[in-house]
């Protein structure tokens, strides 16, 4: 059986982080693997705290399992400290893994800063060149380039800005547009548009389930092209029923 590992916060509600990614490995027939980075006090209204994993224990973590066994694929959340990015990026060339979907989360749904300083360069200058896809959303695609990005113009500019850093395929995600849910992907020589009407409310996770198709499908086999197709429907079938479990956003249903 294939398996894909994700290095990830742990969000309580299951909406978001590691508890999302492991449930949609298990939706897409692929055996879930999880280091969780970063541990939070959440629930569907907002983050209230967060609390980093030593840098020693992430590494004893990434060893144990490593040493053991190989994933066919890895996602990355949320990395809070230039600490963390820099141990992964180390353990992905020492034991010689692939196919590194990076989704860079930098703020919760809720205005929440989920980075220390520092990390998001380290983010930019350390893991991209590994990465072979990213998925940032318009706003971090807009913090991790300095453009402002609202519209499909937009995204493509920083797309083709965000190849620079060594990624293999940039995917920037538009479901935060105002009038249509927009992603595009970009692999150096083409433009991919995916569109798909805007649903009314608030989401919990969205990224994080995108991100996790795409490195369930990478493991299995599948091409980026392929991947990205199968995620934006996964995606968007899960919020047409997401529920409301508690008081803020609601959670994907899948």
Aim: include cysteine; charged fraction near 20%.
């Amino acid at each position: 059986m294939k398996t894909a590992l994700t290095i990830a916060g742990s969000d309580p509600t299951g909406g978001a982080g590691l508890q999302a990614d492991l449930r949609t490995f298990g939706a897409m027939g692929v055996y879930g693997l999880s280091i969780p980075s970063v541990l939070t006090a959440q629930n569907t209204e907002g983050v209230s705290a967060i609390k980093e994993i030593p840098p020693d224990f992430l590494t004893a973590q990434l060893d144990t399992l490593l040493r053991d066994l190989c994933p066919d694929a890895l996602k990355t959340g949320m990395l809070y400290s230039p600490e963390i990015v820099k141990i992964i990026a180390d353990k992905f060339r020492e034991y010689s893994l692939c196919n590194l979907v990076l989704d860079p989360v930098t703020v919760s749904s809720t205005g929440v800063l989920l980075i220390q300083e520092g990390a998001l360069d380290a983010i930019k200058n350390v893991l991209f060149p590994l990465a072979r896809v990213i998925t940032p959303n318009i706003y971090e695609a807009s913090v991790l380039t300095g453009l402002t990005v609202e519209d499909e113009k937009g995204m493509k500019e920083a797309a083709l800005k965000l190849r620079g850093y060594g990624v293999e395929t940039v995917i920037i995600t538009g479901g935060h547009m105002e009038t249509k849910a927009l992603d595009l992907l970009f692999d150096g020589k083409d433009f991919l548009s995916l569109e798909n009407e805007k649903l009314e409310g608030e989401f919990h996770g969205t990224g994080c389930v995108f991100s996790s198709v795409i490195t369930a499908c990478l493991a299995k086999g599948y091409g980026v092209h392929e991947s990205f197709i199968k995620a934006k429907e996964f995606v968007w079938n899960a919020m047409k029923t997401a529920v409301s479990i508690g008081r803020g956003m609601k959670c994907l249903n899948f």
